[in-house]
């Protein structure tokens, strides 16, 4: 059995299915299991437990073969980044009692970064899992397609803006259908230690590929416009954000290439998913609401 954390999610979920269609018996680990009733009647066993709470991880944790671990993000941290700390050493406590065979931890491109931004939350909650004797693979993704389901609305109007700069670099991106169905396949999977698997799709994309993609999609122009670094934030904080720093110097990572996969784009695993599948999902499903 295994037992998988974030199942109300798009990765979750899609570990969940992958694992189910391998005839695998799995533990969805949930806040409340009241919103979970559809995987129930798939056969999933339910466990309600919060990251933050070691007890309730634990019993979560215990007589599986497997954990994969989904830490939910915090996008607007505290500046000392407490929250992934307390998350850190919540995890690692749970972990150690519970004593999976395997742990695959989803983590991050640019986990291993020593520059501060956004994702450096990953990096301590690495840094802690690292003192774990526990087998662990760090899963560490690209960025996410599906975070192109806020432009869906705008291309639609003709033009989409992008934080991502210039507009012909290359940017790693991976579907998490992709994410999901890696993860599923690693858990079943033994090895010693810990390692890393560094995870993109079948090729870089750049903020004008999303661009014309999406006017093909769509059958209608859509421009690529930049949004001005030196207006950041200003736009963060009035969007509610406090401490909007830490996404600047993310955004930042990326553009001048320092938040990168630490073996490169050759040493990264390739995904199957294209831009183009996500895209039209993403259309389709905002048509729907």
């Not at 056969?43 to 070691?54: E, F």
């Not at 259908?177 to 993109?200: F, K, P």
Request: proline share 6%.
């Amino acid at each position: 059995m295994f037992a998988i954390t974030g199942v109300t999610g798009q990765v979750g979920g899609e570990v969940v299915r992958n694992l189910l269609a391998a005839h695998q018996a799995v533990r969805g680990v949930v806040r409340d299991v009241s919103k979970c009733a559809a995987w129930a009647n798939r056969g999933c066993q339910l466990a309600s437990a919060d990251i933050n709470n070691a007890a309730s991880l634990t019993a979560a944790f215990k007589d599986v073969d497997g954990v994969f671990v989904l830490v939910p993000p915090t996008f607007d941290p505290s500046p000392d980044l407490s929250e992934a700390r307390t998350v850190a050493a919540t995890l690692s406590s749970a972990l150690v009692a519970a004593r999976p065979r395997v742990v695959v931890y989803l983590s991050t491109i640019g986990a291993q970064a020593t520059r501060p931004n956004l994702l450096t939350q990953h990096t301590i909650i690495e840094q802690a899992l690292r003192k774990l004797p526990t087998a662990i693979t760090f899963l560490r993704p690209g960025w996410f397609m599906e975070n192109s389901s806020w432009d869906v609305p705008q291309a639609k109007s003709g033009a989409i803006h992008s934080f991502l700069q210039p507009l012909d670099k290359p940017v790693p991106m991976v579907a998490t259908a992709d994410i999901g169905r890696v993860a599923a396949e690693l858990l079943q999977e033994s090895w010693d230690g810990h390692r890393v698997i560094e995870l993109e799709g079948p090729h870089r994309v750049t903020p004008k590929e999303i661009g014309a993609t999406f006017s093909r999609l769509l059958s209608r122009p859509v421009k690529v416009e930049e949004v001005p670094r030196d207006t950041w934030e200003t736009l963060f904080k009035s969007q509610g954000m406090k401490n909007p720093e830490p996404r600047i110097q993310m955004l930042d990572g990326f553009n001048e290439g320092w938040i990168e996969f630490e073996g490169g784009e050759a040493g990264s695993r390739k995904g199957k998913i294209e831009l183009r599948t996500v895209l039209q999902r993403l259309i389709e499903r905002e048509t729907k609401l």
